[in-house]
């Protein structure tokens, strides 16, 4: 099995192909700045947030893992390897999704080709993080390996400008 965790700033599934089409795919770092849409706590202050952002996942399997129910999870991790919580209006909760996949085998190709399948989380108004070091995790039937991730790096907000003279 192989798989490929991919980041974009937009995607589209489409209902009757599976593709997908991605928009800005590939970066790896995001910029803390302030949300577009109010804030999910009523009357909580507005935390700063990285850009959207999608989730991509390529499956690509052999015949043998055609055609069977596979358990899919994408978590977001800390660089310690913990699961990062965001704060919800039911408090705490781990980012993470989980749903069942299936790579159907493809047919009028030769026998031995891969089976391909593709599945996608979208975040559109972005995640409040801390600055640091992140990855999203893909686990498929409770298994991970090391390259089933993709890293991204969240930088705190610039500097507002600063008007006057020094002090001094």
């Known amino acids: 099995m192989k798989v490929y965790v991919l980041l974009a700033e937009r995607g589209v599934q489409h209902p009757q192909t599976g593709l997908v089409s991605l928009l800005n795919v590939g970066w790896a770092v995001t910029q803390l700045r302030r949300p577009l849409a109010p804030s999910p706590l009523p009357g909580g202050p507005l935390p700063m947030v990285t850009g959207p952002q999608t989730v991509v996942v390529l499956l690509e399997a052999e015949l043998a893992m055609c055609n069977r129910p596979l358990l899919l999870e994408i978590e977001l991790l800390d660089d310690d390897g913990a699961v990062v919580p965001v704060d919800g209006p039911g408090g705490p909760q781990a980012v993470r999704l989980e749903q069942q996949v299936v790579v159907p085998s493809p047919s009028g190709v030769p026998t ?44 705190a907000p610039p500097e507002p400008p600063r008007f006057g003279y020094p002090a001094g």
């Open 112 to 155: 031995g080709f891969p089976g391909r399948a593709s599945t996608m989380m979208d975040v559109p108004v972005g995640l409040p993080l801390a600055p640091g070091v992140y990855r999203w995790q893909v686990k498929l039937n409770g298994r991970t390996e090391a390259d089933w991730a993709a890293s991204l790096y969240v930088a």
